[in-house]
Structures are given as C-alpha cells and as structure tokens.
C-alpha cells in the first residue's frame, strides 16, 4: 500500500493492483471531524466493484473497437461485460510506479508512471505515455493526469476516473441527495451504448434523493459553467463535490452502501457516438486532464 498524507487528510492506493484506491479520509471545514468519503477496494471484493479505477484509452463501452486485436485482445487486460462488449479501457490494472513524492502538513503529491506491457512494446499505445499525479490537502484530492503523445500520427481518446463515493461507512446512500451544476440526460440503449442526447429539463440541476432510486444513468454538461456532482447527506452541513469531467456516469451497486459517480472526458463509445466529444492528442504534444473530490460547506 503506499499512503499519501497531510495533518488532516490521508489516501491509500495499492500501485502494484492497478492503483485501486483503499481510502480517502478529508478533513470536514464545519466541525474538523475526519470523513470517510470513498468506499475503498477491499479482497475479495471483484476488481471493478469498489474502490476506484482509470478508464483510459477509452472510457466504459466501445463497439467496435479498434484494440480489439493482438498484443491487446485477448490478454490480461481485456474486460468484456455480460454482452461480449469492451469495457473501460486497458490500463485500469496496469501497476504503476513512483517517480516522485513530496510530504507535507498541509500538502502532499506523488507521481507514478505505468508499467506498460512488454507485449505492448511497438505499438502506438505504448508511445502514449501516461503519468498519475494525486494532490492531497486537508479537504481535497486533486487527480492529473498527463499525457505525452511520443508518436508521429495523433491520437484520439477518452479518459474518465471510476471512483466509489459513500459519506462514512454508516450511512447508505438512501440516505444521501446528488446536487449538480445542471446536465442533459444521454440515452443508453440495450446493449449500455449511447445512443443520443435527450432535450428538455435540466437534469441533476437540483436536489435529487437516492432513496430508492437505482441509477446506471450518462450525463452531459451543458457548457454554461465548470461542470460538478455534488453529494451530501441531510445529517451532515459538508457537502462533496466531484468536478472535472464534462461527462459523468452515475451508477448505484445494488447494496446500497456506496454510489460510483464517475467523471469523464467523453461518453462511452467516445469513437462511434456522434456527441461523444472525443479528445485528441497531437502528435510529439502533451495534455493534462485534472479531476477534483473536495469537501465543502453546504
């Protein structure tokens, strides 16, 4: 485990389990109390069931999808859900290592870098190099990723995070309300896809109540601001808000104890989906992604 930590604030990661987050404890601004606010990855628990995970080089579903070929299909990293479709990427379980770490009272930083798959070697995946930063204060995780296209040809792709929220271990999420910066709903046919964008009423624009609600829903931000999720609970005056994503994926497990709001750049079938908004890479270039979990007042 490697555990990154200010006075106030701790985050465990496991780097040579794909970088599964264990914990993230922030520091409350109303009462000084510490918050468990992510429902970290524990065996036996499945892989993709708790904690939280990159989708990269695409994010959720694609179909076709252009890696669905030697030295990545079939392999280890490889991921299909219940109808054969290819599911969040290939690197959610690549290892990573360090490449730098500052330890701070009031801030503190590591880098790693991803070991990439001797298999991979010669491919242009393999000439994207990808670098996880986390930033940790007393009440915030900032997540940057950054990306160095070494090729001669550009590369499109989607990115996204895929972390497991809950609001300390004794509340079920029936118990928690989503707020959000105002969203269009994108329709999801049969087979998990997206299959076009939804008009009308805002959506997530507002208070809205878990209580009973099962949720696998994709959003889209509509431009006006920064978009965020937010999430509270009515016995607490924090709030916690993820940003940095101008697509998010909500997604309530059916026991309740945790809900993956998961904020990305694209939609899934970022390739194929014509308001998938994919990003692009240039070649010998560099980009930075960045993602927010912060608590707040309410």
């Given at each position: 485990?490697?555990?990154?930590?200010?006075?106030?604030?701790?985050?465990g990661?496991?780097?040579?389990?794909?970088?599964?987050?264990?914990?993230?404890?922030?520091h409350?601004?109303?009462?000084?109390?510490?918050?468990?606010v992510?429902?970290?990855?524990?065996?036996?628990?499945?892989?993709?069931?708790s904690?939280?995970?990159l989708?990269?080089?695409?994010?959720?579903?694609?179909?076709?999808?252009?890696?669905?070929?030697?030295?990545?299909?079939?392999?280890?990293?490889?991921?299909?859900?219940?109808?054969?479709i290819?599911?969040?990427?290939?690197?959610?379980?690549?290892?990573?290592?360090?490449?730098?770490?500052?330890?701070?009272?009031?801030?503190?930083?590591?880098?790693?870098?991803?070991?990439?798959?001797e298999?991979?070697?010669?491919?242009?995946?393999?000439?994207?190099?990808?670098?996880?930063?986390?930033?940790?204060?007393?009440?915030?995780?900032?997540?940057?990723?950054?990306?160095?296209?070494?090729?001669?040809?550009?590369?499109?792709?989607?990115?996204?995070?895929?972390?497991?929220?809950?609001?300390?271990?004794?509340?079920?999420?029936?118990?928690?309300?989503l707020?959000?910066?105002?969203?269009?709903?994108?329709?999801?046919?049969?087979?998990l896809?997206?299959?076009?964008?939804?008009g009308?009423?805002?959506?997530?624009?507002?208070?809205?109540?878990?209580m009973?609600?099962?949720?696998?829903?994709?959003?889209?931000?509509?431009?006006?601001?920064?978009?965020?999720?937010g999430?509270?609970?009515?016995?607490?005056?924090?709030?916690?808000?993820?940003?940095?994503?101008?697509?998010?994926?909500?997604?309530?497990?059916?026991?309740?104890?945790?809900?993956?709001?998961?904020?990305?750049?694209?939609?899934?079938?970022?390739?194929h989906?014509?308001?998938?908004?994919?990003?692009?890479?240039?070649a010998?270039?560099?980009?930075?992604?960045?993602?927010?979990i912060?608590?707040?007042?309410?």
């Amino acid at each position: 485990m490697h555990l990154l930590k200010t006075k106030y604030s701790s985050f465990g990661t496991e780097p040579t389990g794909g970088g599964q987050w264990l914990h993230l404890n922030l520091h409350s601004p109303v009462d000084g109390s510490k918050v468990s606010v992510v429902a970290g990855h524990k065996a036996p628990d499945p892989f993709f069931a708790s904690g939280s995970f990159l989708m990269f080089p695409w994010v959720n579903r694609l179909e076709p999808n252009p890696w669905a070929r030697e030295p990545f299909y079939p392999s280890i990293h490889w991921l299909t859900d219940g109808n054969g479709i290819p599911l969040h990427g290939l690197f959610h379980n690549l290892p990573r290592t360090i490449l730098s770490e500052t330890q701070g009272d009031m801030e503190s930083t590591v880098k790693f870098s991803m070991v990439i798959p001797e298999t991979w070697e010669g491919t242009l995946l393999s000439k994207i190099q990808v670098t996880e930063v986390y930033q940790l204060t007393s009440s915030e995780l900032k997540i940057i990723y950054e990306l160095k296209n070494q090729s001669e040809e550009e590369f499109p792709f989607a990115l996204g995070i895929h972390p497991y929220f809950r609001w300390n271990e004794e509340e079920s999420i029936d118990d928690l309300f989503l707020i959000g910066s105002g969203f269009h709903q994108i329709k999801l046919g049969d087979y998990l896809l997206p299959e076009r964008v939804l008009g009308g009423e805002l959506l997530l624009n507002g208070e809205l109540s878990l209580m009973g609600k099962n949720l696998d829903d994709l959003y889209g931000a509509t431009g006006n601001e920064i978009p965020y999720i937010g999430l509270f609970s009515m016995n607490k005056k924090e709030k916690l808000l993820i940003s940095g994503g101008n697509f998010y994926q909500v997604y309530t497990p059916q026991d309740r104890r945790s809900i993956a709001i998961e904020p990305m750049t694209s939609t899934g079938n970022f390739l194929h989906f014509p308001g998938a908004n994919p990003s692009l890479i240039k070649a010998h270039s560099e980009k930075k992604i960045e993602f927010s979990i912060r608590l707040d007042q309410f």
